[in-house]
Every structure is written in structure tokens, then in C-alpha cells.
């Protein structure tokens, strides 16, 4: 197999995150979330549903396999049958996220994106994460406002549930007694140091933290011939 890069191996770990899913409906903001959930379709997940953010259904190829009218798509977001896989300007250890501004809500240093839906994405059904620069900025230990709710502000949501966060360092669960953020895998050339230096919280990391899986060289092929043949992965991740 040639050389993998950083970017491929992020592919992968987001493309993980709907393993097992089954007929969910698969919503990837950003370019590697993307060509991940077009490689689960291809791979281990054909009952993944992609979209077009409109009003269809697409293959992975981008033609069109049906229709999905706004009011089947709010039954999905809020029955548990969608994975949206977002981005986060702050993440905290408890997988609050925010989007909306930096600083005190009433005189922000920085406007942002807004809470848009994250609410709803995230009590509703399965929100991962993907953060293409891991650094304190975005790993913080209180996200300045609540938009996406972590394990700490779920109680009773029926359908709450973060599967993994991505970074362009690793990947990190919630599998801990607190439900607190885990170190669960780290991307080749990638230290457990470097992880926690560009951390501004105290993360948990087990005795023994596993590589990211590889991509097979079927997947790799998928990847640089199929769904990614310009190589705009790496936009987002160059290393």
C-alpha cells in the first residue's frame, strides 16, 4: 500500500462514525466528513442514506435515488434517524459545542455562525464531530455558549448521543464512567503529548491508546479514484 496521508486517515475515522447505523440519514458538514460518508455508503454502510441538503436523495456518485420532502426530513431529525456529523468553534469535555460567538453572549468578541440548529441536531439523534485543527481555541474547558448539548445537559433526551469526535489529531469518545471525553485513537505520527498540549482540558487517555484503523487498499482506491479523485481532502488537512 502507498503511503497514507493524515487526510486519509481522517476520511476513514469519520467514515467510522456511521458504522452500524444502518438506514439512518447521513449529514456530513465539511469536506473530509463528506467524503467519509460517501465511503461508508460504498464500503460497510449500503443502507446509508446521503443527501443533497435540499430536497434529495443522491448516490455517492451524486446522481439522484429520491425524493426526501421537508416534512419526512423533521420526522427523521427528530425520531433518531438521522447522524449529522458538524463542526465546532469550541468543544468542551462533556461534548457541549458551540457555533454561535466567542465571549460573554451579550457583548461578544466574535459573532459566529449563530446556534442554528444544533439544539435540535443533538437531543433529537446522533451528532458527532469534526474539528480539522485540534487546538486549545477549539478544545476548551467551557464553551462560552451551549449550542450542540453535551452528556451534561442531556438528561432525558431519548436520542442524545455523540458517537465520536475527529480531529486532525485523533479520535475521541465518551466512553468513561462521567461521560467525559476519552482519547480513543491517535492518527499515525501522532503523540498522546502533542494531543494533550493542544487540549485545554484535562483529558482521559488509557494505558494503552491504539493507532486510527488503516484504510484498506480497496478504500484507498475508493478514495483517490471515486469520491475524492482532485484530492480536495487536503484543503482540510495537508499533512
Known sequence: MTRVSRAEYCVIACAEAWRGDGEVLASPMGLIPSVGARLARLTFAPDLLLTD???LLVRPDGTTEGWLPYRQHLALVTGGRRHVMMGASQIDRFGNQNISCIGDWERPRRQLLGVRGAPVNTLNHPTSYWIPRHSRRVFVERVDLVCGVG???AAGAR???IPRVVSDLGVF???TPDRS???ASLHPGVTVEQVREATGFELSVPDEVPPTREPTAEELRLIREVVDPAAARTREVAA
Open 53 to 55: 441538503g435540499e430536497a
Open 151 to 153: 452528556y451534561d445537559h
Open 159 to 161: 436520542h442524545h448521543r
Open 173 to 175: 469518545d465518551f466512553a
Open 181 to 183: 471525553m476519552r482519547l
